[in-house]
């Protein structure tokens, strides 16, 4: 988790207090939220990687989404069990819990739960050292056409520049796409576009880059664009397919009635 | 005049669709006759209750009170609409999802308690949304379809025959907006089939009488002038009533005229509310 007081932080709830105590962290999330209800409709399976207290999880499951969630914390399952509990209950979202490499190796789910889309919110992907083994869990975990939409820190982001940090890691940027820094949870890797496409090869193609701030695709230049966002929103799809991200896919046709 | 949209329920049910304020002001009505309704089914700390078809969520708040704090109390709907109204009306952490009842993506065999008001005859087939509720139910579970309305309102007690008029004004109105028959408009009548073409046992129904009469409350006032004299009837049943029919209808129904019908002493409203419960079926024992 990417804040400069994440070492303080233990419970869920003060988790969801630092989490959405800032307005631009709030619209990130909205934005998010959005652009992953957009890529599913009501009735399909998602998987929420990094879920953490579960907000993302609740409103897709609130939207009629079938959840899967994931979080490395067990402070954050604890509190997602608790607020998830009636869509947990009632079998609209599942919990998967266990550390990381019990992830990794955990075995594929029925069909009805292998996921049209993977959500990363908020920048879990930052915390992963090696994303070519995480990308092909995620192809396990996804349907032959399913997608992966991950928001990430943006190395671009011009508000970072004041820190020594940055500075120092900018020539390890260049030459070989990543750099880390240490973190309150883990390093934390900030990577260029570039590395992100060569790991989530072959299982996937990062098809797409959106700012953090709207669910329209970047043009080109697409860094310039990413200086003024501290995310980044990348969807990585399956080879050969492509998205229409722009159009709501539970439009009334798909979510009205009987026929 | 145009009919439902041919992939919708059949009085044209979207997403977008928008009783908020109906709704509201017949939970507030009807608030006793309700509650007595779910007192009626016993409900107990711990058990799962959907309320499919949730609208504004008042009655979902009575239910999840029933069963906390161990229970918990589903709200579904379809209208984006119903729900934002339920998210303003509840708790926080009510849960709350936007799904069609013919497919939502709740586990098979999940609760104790489907309780189902007004609903089922929105969508296009009502025995399909009866079986898929069903299907939602644990061995045991009940399935609570309320109605409204079984049999004829009583709005103007004095006058049988207006009233009579007034029912078939509507009808004919209905007809021609949704193409619905008098036989479909009054198929909600047909609750216990349902039940059992759902495939449920040990079925029983009972109804509640809302009784208001004058002077009226707050609730049953706003009911009837907003809900009913200005909602359901007003300028669109005027192709459907004689002029002189019309006209007694306006002058009744109009706060300002003398002869406004929420003034007399001698209103007397009848409305019915039914309640039919069935169970689903304990599986049979193997060699049975």
């Given at each position: 988790?990417?804040?400069?007081?994440?070492?303080?932080?233990?419970?869920?709830?003060?988790?969801?207090?630092?989490?959405?105590?800032?307005?631009?962290?709030?619209?990130?999330?909205?934005?998010?939220?959005?652009?992953?209800?957009?890529?599913?409709?009501?009735?399909?399976?998602?998987?929420?990687?990094?879920?953490?207290?579960?907000?993302?999880?609740?409103?897709?499951?609130?939207?009629?989404?079938?959840?899967?969630?994931?979080?490395?914390?067990?402070?954050?399952?604890?509190?997602?069990?608790?607020?998830?509990?009636?869509?947990?209950?009632?079998?609209?979202?599942?919990?998967?819990?266990?550390?990381?490499?019990?992830?990794?190796?955990?075995?594929?789910?029925?069909?009805?739960?292998?996921?049209?889309?993977?959500?990363?919110?908020?920048?879990?992907?930052?915390?992963?050292?090696?994303?070519?083994?995480?990308?092909?869990?995620?192809?396990?975990?996804?349907?032959?056409?399913?997608?992966?939409?991950?928001?990430?820190?943006?190395?671009?982001?011009?508000?970072?520049?004041?820190?020594?940090?940055?500075?120092?890691?900018?020539?390890?940027?260049?030459?070989?796409?990543?750099?880390?820094?240490?973190?309150?949870?883990?390093?934390?890797?900030?990577?260029?576009?570039?590395?992100?496409?060569?790991?989530?090869?072959?299982?996937?193609?990062?098809?797409?880059?959106?700012?953090?701030?709207?669910?329209?695709?970047?043009?080109?230049?697409?860094?310039?664009?990413?200086?003024?966002?501290?995310?980044?929103?990348?969807?990585?799809?399956?080879?050969?397919?492509?998205?229409?991200?722009?159009?709501?896919?539970?439009?009334?046709?798909?979510?009205?009635?009987?026929? | 005049?145009?009919?439902?949209?041919?992939?919708?329920?059949?009085?044209?049910?979207?997403?977008?669709r928008d009783y908020s304020r109906k709704l509201r002001m017949?939970?507030?009505?009807?608030?006793?006759?309700?509650?007595?309704?779910?007192?009626?089914?016993?409900?107990?700390?711990?058990?799962?209750?959907?309320?499919?078809?949730?609208g504004t969520?008042?009655?979902?708040?009575?239910?999840?009170?029933?069963?906390?704090?161990?229970?918990?109390?589903?709200?579904?709907?379809?209208s984006?609409n119903h729900?934002s109204a339920a998210?303003?009306?509840?708790?926080?952490?009510?849960?709350?999802?936007?799904?069609?009842?013919?497919?939502?993506?709740?586990?098979?065999?999940?609760?104790?308690?489907?309780?189902?008001?007004?609903?089922?005859?929105?969508?296009?087939?009502?025995?399909?949304?009866?079986?898929?509720?069903?299907?939602?139910?644990?061995?045991?579970?009940?399935?609570?379809?309320?109605?409204?309305?079984?049999?004829?309102?009583?709005?103007?007690?004095?006058?049988?025959?207006?009233?009579?008029?007034?029912?078939?004004?509507?009808?004919?109105?209905?007809?021609?907006?949704?193409?619905?028959?008098?036989?479909?408009?009054?198929?909600?009548?047909?609750?216990?089939?349902?039940?059992?073409?759902?495939?449920?046992?040990?079925?029983?129904?009972?109804?509640?009488?809302?009784?208001?009469?004058?002077?009226?409350?707050?609730?049953?006032?706003?009911?009837?002038?907003?809900?009913?004299?200005?909602?359901?009837?007003?300028?669109?049943?005027?192709?459907?009533?004689?002029?002189?029919?019309?006209?007694?209808?306006?002058?009744?129904?109009?706060?300002?005229?003398?002869?406004?019908?929420?003034?007399?002493?001698?209103?007397?409203?009848?409305?019915?509310?039914?309640?039919?419960?069935?169970?689903?079926?304990?599986?049979?024992?193997?060699?049975?």
């Open positions: 988790m990417p804040m400069d007081d994440a070492a303080r932080i233990v419970t869920g709830a003060e988790y969801v207090r630092a989490i959405t105590a800032r307005a631009s962290d709030r619209r990130y999330r909205r934005a998010f939220q959005r652009l992953a209800l957009r890529l599913t409709a009501p009735g399909e399976a998602l998987f929420d990687f990094g879920a953490g207290p579960g907000i993302d999880a609740r409103l897709y499951a609130e939207q009629g989404r079938r959840v899967s969630a994931y979080d490395i914390d067990p402070h954050m399952s604890e509190y997602l069990t608790s607020h998830c509990r009636a869509f947990i209950l009632s079998g609209t979202v599942r919990l998967q819990q266990g550390n990381y490499r019990e992830f990794l190796s955990s075995a594929a789910p029925p069909a009805a739960w292998r996921a049209e889309l993977i959500t990363a919110n908020f920048a879990p992907l930052n915390l992963i050292d090696d994303l070519h083994e995480l990308f092909a869990k995620f192809a396990a975990l996804t349907t032959p056409t399913g997608a992966v939409l991950a928001s990430v820190l943006s190395p671009y982001f011009a508000g970072d520049l004041r820190y020594p940090w940055w500075w120092r890691n900018a020539a390890g940027l260049l030459r070989h796409g990543r750099y880390a820094v240490p973190g309150a949870q883990a390093l934390i890797w900030r990577r260029r576009l570039a590395d992100y496409a060569r790991e989530c090869a072959p299982y996937f193609h990062l098809e797409k880059v959106f700012a953090g701030t709207d669910s329209r695709p970047c043009t080109r230049p697409v860094w310039l664009q990413l200086t003024t966002c501290r995310f980044m929103f990348l969807l990585f799809s399956k080879p050969g397919r492509t998205h229409d991200s722009s159009a709501p896919r539970d439009g009334q046709s798909r979510a009205t009635r009987a026929s | 005049m145009a009919t439902a949209p041919a992939d919708s329920g059949r009085l044209g049910d979207t997403p977008g017949f939970n507030a009505l009807a608030e006793p006759e309700l509650r007595a309704a779910i007192d009626s089914l016993d409900l107990r700390p711990g058990m799962r209750v959907l309320d499919a078809g949730c969520g008042e009655t979902l708040g009575w239910l999840a009170a029933a069963v906390a704090p161990a229970g918990f109390a589903l709200g579904i709907d379809l984006t729900l998210r303003g009306a509840l708790p926080r952490d009510t849960p709350l999802l936007q799904a069609d009842l013919l497919r939502t993506p709740l586990a098979a065999a999940t609760f104790d308690l489907v309780w189902s008001v007004n609903t089922v005859h929105h969508l296009r087939d009502p025995t399909a949304c009866a079986r898929a509720l069903t299907a939602l139910l644990r061995p045991g579970g009940r399935l609570a379809l309320g109605q409204s309305s079984l049999l004829p309102d009583m709005f103007f007690a004095w006058d049988a025959r207006l009233e009579r008029r007034l029912t078939e004004a509507v009808h004919a109105y209905y007809r021609d907006r949704y193409g619905l028959s008098e036989q479909g408009l009054t198929a909600v009548r047909g609750l216990l089939g349902l039940l059992q073409e759902a495939g449920l046992c040990r079925i029983g129904v009972r109804t509640f009488v809302i009784e208001r009469f004058a002077p009226l409350d707050a609730c049953a006032h706003a009911w009837l002038l907003e809900a009913i004299f200005r909602g359901t009837w007003g300028e669109r049943l005027r192709p459907y009533l004689t002029h002189a029919d019309h006209e007694e209808l306006t002058r009744l129904c109009d706060p300002q005229h003398r002869d406004f019908a929420l003034r007399r002493p001698d209103f007397h409203f009848l409305q019915t509310f039914t309640l039919a419960v069935g169970e689903r079926p304990w599986p049979q024992p193997p060699g049975t």
